[in-house]
């Protein structure tokens, strides 16, 4: 059992030296980076900006006309 | 001999645990060096999102009981979604018509999943298995049906990742599996949650090769899925991680908790960068997705609501009424055109 527990407990610092040597980068920069994905995304979101035109919804409720 | 070799164990293990204390001190010291600024101060600036034209388009109405789980078809048009009565229905979506209803014998069916092509679904649940149904007549979907893998507690969440050949799960055996579809081999499995693994996610950028879990140890976990490796872990949630979603962009995921708060950590930062709650906001969030630009969060709660939240300023922009029980699912279709959301008042709503 306790042999058990050491060699979990290796894994779990095995991982955090990992973890520890990952590179970084500034939050500051990571948040422009992300800003600017969303900014050249924003066009395509249609939950953002709406339909061009609520034709091109094909969720909408179909207008109640009958075919002639 | 024996008596020595316990205190040996027991010292051994109050070294490790010391460099374990060590190690996250450092961990924590180095991305607090790089914690330059917040991302609400950076998106200061930016215009509010002042209104968003979402709302409720259809209802999908079938199920017995609640609704656990949905899934998009990647055809942007149907729906399957799963529940807590045993039965898997696949909706078309633009009509509310089911088109498919397979009954399995088990109830609680917490997770299904369709495959890249659209051709089979996958699903499983209280029955700890994993299985796959070709979507064809009513009749051959039982017929053909085949379990893939099996975990010691349930199956919470599924997910094809890159091809119909392989299926990657998270169980409330606190581990995450990765299965050979045609053989039901184990691949990997992937062992490092110290609690129930409740939700799943893929990168969307890259190979295929890394995935988040959130488990109910309160953490967030990025995986290596050829090593089997945790590569990083975040954590800050009081509570149950039910839900992890990766940004559109593949440099953040949002998770949602049952502390009633959603986080964004952001992976090249190695930290987290927004908290999504307030004090009005009580209760638990169970679901949570991006729009296809990745600004706006949706989240489903305890309290019946779908919370819109601007990603940027971390500002709640609107709540979406009209389930009358739990939202358990919320997401987004693979177009971005629309939301679908699961309850556990047994309906499914599309909002667009």
New interface residues.
Partial sequence: MMAANIQQQRIINEQLRREAEIPRIRVSETCRIMMKYMADHANDDCLLNGFPSQNLNPFREKSSCSVL | MSETQ?TN??D??SS??K??EC??F??EE??QK??????SS??ER?EQ?AF???KP??VLKGHQAKVLCTDWSPDK?HIISSSQDGRLIIWD??TTNKEHAVTMPTTWIMACAYAPSGNYVACGGLDNKVTVYPITSDEEMAVKKRTVGTHTSYMSCCIYPNSDQQILTGSGDSTCALWDVESGQLLQSF??HSGDVMAIDLAPNETGNTFVSGSCDRMAFIWDMRSG?????FEGHQSDVNSVKF???G??IATGSDDSSCRLF?M????E?AVFSKESIIFGVNSVDF??????LFAGYNDYTVNLWD??KSERICLLYGHENKVSCVQ?SP?????STGSWDYTIR?W?
């Fill in positions: 316990p164990v027991n051994k293990m490790l645990m460099e374990a190690l996250k450092k961990l180095e991305r790089l914690n330059d600024v917040s991302l950076i998106a930016l999102i968003v034209n979402i388009r259809k048009r979506a633009f062992h490092g490796q945790v590569v990083q872990s940004h559109p962009s440099d953040a952001d090249r930062a190695d930290r960068v729009s296809v630009s990745g600004r706006l990603t940027l987004v177009d971005g055109t629309a939301l599309v667009a």
